[in-house]
């Protein structure tokens, strides 16, 4: 385990040397700055989906291999030593003893293996860390509720052409619009959660 997780208050085990865990446990969850950047590194995503799919204690050699074949594009059987290698590095010297330090696997660099916590389940929804191309929800919320404020003040002003129709039907339109953004975002939110698809949701599309 990595022995930069005894900075967090009580700590985490603390690693013996043999891999045996020492006698005091930490309870302390990650906070949410902690998991949003955790997440914003891509490299630490690809782990944390690997881990959270496979749901046990995992080889971090499995878990390079899988993380490689993300990133290349390719299937695992062919990922290159060299494109293992270079993945395999980076987890165990950087991004598991940081994953570590935040509480959402326990490594054990001597046994070389990661296994996911608890911590990992209240990472849910991730692609607001992810916006690459795509709008946030939370700008896409502020953006409509800006266009019913706007379309609401029109109705009130009693300005054409939206004054044709009563208010009430203006009124259950702008329900209507934010109960069908409601049930996109939950069906949308639902391919999101980490380990929920056999790869990685922004590999998707």
């Known amino acids: 385990m990595s022995s930069a997780s005894q900075h967090r208050g009580q700590g985490k085990p603390a690693d013996t040397g043999e891999g045996e865990p020492g006698d005091e446990v930490s309870t302390e969850p990650p906070t949410e700055d902690e998991l949003f950047d955790v997440l914003s590194n891509r490299r630490r995503r690809y782990a944390a989906h690997a881990l959270k799919a496979a749901d046990s204690t995992a080889e971090i050699g499995d878990v390079a291999e899988q993380v490689a074949a993300w990133e290349y594009g390719v299937d695992v059987d062919q990922v290159s030593y060299e494109e293992r290698k270079r993945v395999y590095t980076a987890l165990q010297q950087s991004h598991l003893p940081k994953m570590d330090d935040v509480g959402v696997v326990n490594f054990d660099k001597n046994r070389g293996t990661v296994e996911p916590t608890d911590s990992l389940d209240d990472i849910e929804v991730y692609m607001d860390v992810v916006q690459g191309n795509e709008i946030p ?69």
């Open 137 to 205: 929800w939370s700008v896409y919320y502020l953006g409509l509720s800006g266009v019913a404020a706007a379309l609401m003040a029109a109705v009130w002003t009693g300005a054409w052409p939206f004054a044709v129709l009563p208010d009430v039907a203006w009124g259950i339109a702008v329900t209507a619009m934010f109960a069908v953004s409601a049930v996109a975002h939950t069906y949308y939110a639902r391919g999101q959660r980490i380990g929920a698809t056999d790869e990685p949701p922004e590999l998707r599309g």
